[in-house]
């Protein structure tokens, strides 16, 4: 099923139509009109886009324009900023999630979040991957080492971790971190991914092993992902959404397939911050 | 040569403050340890606390932090998480509840003697007794608790909220489990601290838990605390300063160990911030 | 995820909501009966105090025959006075010597003994004012009396509020200075500054409002001192007039006649301790101004 965004004045739609090699174009989530304020302050305003079931999708732009916003509108977390008020509609396997009586923790535990600071808990290994499993009521013992072992896996950090798991968390390195706080989204099984900057903060090494992961894990999850790393954009990403602030207020002004949006931008700005003339 | 006179000025300023703080020490030390025995700490005072011993003042110190305490850390403890983790903190009502806070925090002791001599002695009919003077205390220590631990929770980082928040962990579990174990050593400090001006308060006790120096039947007894114990004995007993030295070492050996064990703790705790980063 | 697995988190979804909104109100209860306490507390305290002030009551605490409550005069001002000359003398001696010891610690005290003197103005910060009225009536006074008879004064008085009171100047303003950005510090150097007009002329003024903060503090508690100074001061009511005079502050006052006292007398102690009480209030209004200018950036 092919579905086109609506067409508004304010962004150019690249190719979209073909759908990327890798997965099918079902939009996820389908976002419209979404404009974000803090204390009546408008900070992003008249985004509308699809994103695709089992894609990566990266989110350009320079900083300050709206990026990071726009990704916690879609767990919700920009319920935790106070002043924040968040307008337009977010369809997430058809329901409006930005309606009242949404069902908050159950959205978020299908769609997990990835920070750009490695924020693990002040707690063992193994208790930070337990904490969201038992808050979910799974208690069992073997279910519980079941899925911590699975999820450390998927994420490459098992054979490193796997004789301590009850030493600190905190001990770890950097890019561990990182990776133990993909693991600790992923044992709740969800279907998104949003990982805010994830590599920014590791240095290059980690970074590279924690960019292979978010490839690995690419088809299975549909992964959102904020970066200013043009080529690190480039080398993951299906889809790319291009943001960028006018008149203090940031916009998308174009969204379509990764490639054709770095080799042949339909918008002037797109084409100057992609070149590295702008931003 | 100005830049000279002004570095002996600075080395003179602290070496008087170090010369005050060693008078008032030896002082102490010289005058209160040889009236410091075993002996001393498990009898009775005779005389008006001329001889014998602290026992029964001991006992109602204790008994008098201990009702504080358990009416403070409930309130206390609970008002600083709903404070830090639940209000919203641009809401002027809550802006306000932190002023006053302060500002109660601020007030001299000797108004909670007032008031707590007008309502939980008159009003409440507790007349002077281990139960007023508790209460009392656990006015005067609320705020101080409150801020804080309050502060202690305010320095959790961030980023584990919003964690938290992002798999869907309630905040009960996220306070039980995250929160609180982290600030535990902070929060554990505030309240030693509170606890060690608790022990050495004197006026907010004088009309509340009241004078009499044997041992307490009940909670309705009146207690004398140990720093009311030396401010009697230097008043109002003639003879009675050898004694009143030997009370204010026991007192200030207590309030310093609390003071010591809050800084060890405040202190690890930092080292343990800083080394997260 | 299989139907039974997603009904099981939709159940205990369901639960934790619940346990999060019980904990919310639980602690908004606990919040609510702090707060209630706050009313009770001034309340009571003006409920008290009322049949001294209300009308024009409030006056007769300013006639000037004196206090001599069993004859119903009333008059306050010379323990009000009392408590300002105690309270700003015992400011006025114990600022150089605070403020001295912050610049020692943070300048130019060696490590090994900047650490040392830190604990021992923590330790002094946590003696009971009890002890210190002790070590002041016991050695001060006949001290003072050998030199100015009687020896409990006015004087004595702010030597030991004002010992009581410099652990808070030193421990705030030690803590601004530590606050400073290094720049500072490099910057004097590099204009080869010496020493002294860095400190004088840079860093001082560049943390005076955490200075001032701390001063602020030491204000209400040289104000709200009780004991310390009821033990050394004499506790004659009578203006002050010279150092080495007895005089009697509000704080005292209030200590030494509640016990007995009645009515409207009863209700001029509680008058005394609400004016305090505003005082204090006053100064943390200002010093909470002061610090939360200091975060923001200017």
Same mark, same amino acid.
């Given at each position: ?279 | ?37 075993? $002996? ?172 009499? $120096? ?64 | ?19 999060? $909104? ?277």
């Amino acid at each position: 099923m092919k579905q086109t965004p609506k067409i508004s004045n304010t962004y150019t739609l690249g190719s979209v139509e073909q759908g990327a090699e890798c997965c099918e174009p079902i939009p996820h989530f389908s976002i419209r009109d979404l404009a974000v304020s803090y204390n009546q302050k408008t900070v992003l305003s008249n985004v509308s886009l699809d994103v695709y079931k089992g894609c990566i999708t990266a989110l350009i732009g320079p900083s300050g324009c709206g990026k990071s916003s726009f990704l916690s509108t879609l767990n919700r977390l920009s319920d935790m900023v106070p002043g924040a008020k968040v307008t337009g509609t977010i369809e997430f396997e058809g329901q409006s999630t930005l309606a009242n009586n949404y069902d908050v923790e159950s959205l978020r535990t299908k769609v997990g979040m990835i920070f750009q600071n490695p924020n693990p808990f002040p707690l063992t290994i193994r208790k930070n991957l337990e904490l969201p499993l038992r808050e979910r009521g799974i208690k069992k013992k073997s279910v519980l080492e079941s899925k911590i072992t699975s999820a450390l896996k998927e994420v490459g950090l098992w054979d490193e971790v796997k004789d301590r798991l009850n030493v600190s968390a905190l001990s770890l390195s950097g890019g561990q971190q990182q990776r133990l706080c993909i693991a600790r989204a992923l044992v709740l099984e969800p279907s998104v991914l949003l990982m805010d900057e994830p590599c920014s903060a590791l240095d290059p090494i980690s970074s590279g092993v924690v960019e292979d992961m978010i490839r690995r894990l690419a088809g299975r999850y549909t992964i959102i992902i904020v970066t200013h790393n043009l080529a690190q954009a480039r080398r993951l990403a299906n889809y790319a959404a291009f943001f960028w602030m006018k008149e203090r207020v940031g916009k998308l002004i174009e969204f379509g397939q990764c490639q054709p949006l770095f080799e042949s931008p339909q918008h002037s700005l797109t084409a100057a911050y992609v070149s590295g003339e702008r931003g | 040569m100005i830049n000279r006179l002004f570095t002996l000025l600075i080395w003179g300023l602290a070496s008087c403050v170090l010369f005050a703080f060693g008078w008032l020490m030896v002082d102490v030390l010289v005058q209160g340890v040889p009236m410091l025995s075993l $002996d001393f700490l498990t009898s009775d005072p005779i005389r008006s606390g001329r001889a014998g011993g602290i026992y029964p003042i001991i006992v109602s110190t204790f008994l008098i932090l201990g009702v504080a305490l358990t009416i403070v850390l409930p309130i206390g403890l609970g008002s600083a998480i709903w404070l830090c983790e639940f209000s919203n903190k641009d809401s002027k009502i809550v802006s306000t509840i932190r002023l006053s806070l302060d500002v109660l925090a601020g007030v001299p002791s000797i108004v909670f003697g007032l008031f707590g001599y007008a309502f939980f002695c008159g009003f409440l009919e507790l007349g002077f007794s281990i139960l007023s003077g508790g209460l009392t205390l656990a006015c005067m220590m609320l705020p101080i608790l409150i801020r804080t631990t309050e502060a202690g929770l305010a320095a959790v980082p961030n980023e584990w909220r919003r964690a938290g928040a992002a798999l869907g962990l309630s905040r009960t579990t996220l306070l039980w489990r995250v929160l609180i174990p982290y600030a535990a050593p902070a929060i554990t400090a505030g309240l030693l601290l509170s606890i060690g001006r608790a022990t050495a308060e004197t006026a907010a006790l004088i009309f509340t838990s009241g004078y009499v $120096d044997r041992m307490p039947e009940s909670l309705a007894d009146s207690g004398r605390s140990l720093a009311v114990h030396i401010y009697d004995l230097s008043m109002n007993v003639v003879g009675g300063d050898k004694a009143a030295y030997g009370s204010a070492l026991v007192l200030i050996m207590f309030i310093v160990s609390i003071n010591l064990l809050a800084n060890a703790l405040s202190e690890s705790w930092m080292q343990k911030r800083v080394s997260r980063q | 995820m299989t139907q039974s697995a997603g009904l099981l988190i939709q159940l205990s979804h369901i639960k934790k909501r619940g346990v999060d $909104d019980w904990l919310c109100l639980f602690l908004s209860g606990l919040m609510g009966l702090t707060v209630l306490l706050l009313l009770l507390i001034v309340a009571f305290l003006i409920l008290e105090a009322w049949p001294a002030i209300h009308g024009d009551g409030w006056r007769q605490f300013l006639r000037s025959d004196g206090w001599y409550p069993l004859e119903g005069k009333l008059g306050l001002l010379p323990m009000f006075w009392a408590s300002i000359a105690v309270g700003v003398g015992a400011l006025l001696v114990a600022l150089p010597f605070g403020l001295g010891s912050a610049v020692f610690i943070a300048y130019y005290a060696p490590k090994v003994i900047g650490k040392p003197f830190a604990g021992v103005i923590t330790l002094l910060a946590g003696v009971p004012s009890v002890v210190f009225g002790l070590w002041g009536l016991t050695e001060l006074v006949p001290l003072v009396n050998q030199w100015h008879p009687p020896g409990a004064s006015l004087f004595t008085a702010i030597i030991v509020l004002a010992i009581m009171i410099l652990p808070t100047i030193s421990l705030t303003s030690y803590s601004a200075l530590l606050a400073l950005p290094t720049q500072l510090q490099l910057n004097s150097a590099a204009l080869a500054l010496s020493k002294k007009t860095m400190v004088v002329g840079v860093l001082i003024p560049a943390a005076w409002r955490g200075i001032t903060v701390g001063v602020l503090l030491a204000i209400a508690r040289a104000l709200g001192e009780t004991l310390a100074v009821l033990m050394v001061a004499g506790n004659v009511v009578q203006m002050p007039t010279g150092l080495f005079e007895p005089v009697r502050v509000l704080t005292a006052n209030i200590a030494l006649e509640m016990a007995y006292a009645t009515d409207n007398h009863r209700a001029a102690l509680f008058a005394s301790g609400l004016m305090l009480m505003f005082v204090v209030f006053l100064i943390a209004l200002g010093a909470s101004k002061l610090s939360k200018k200091e975060m923001s950036p200017i």
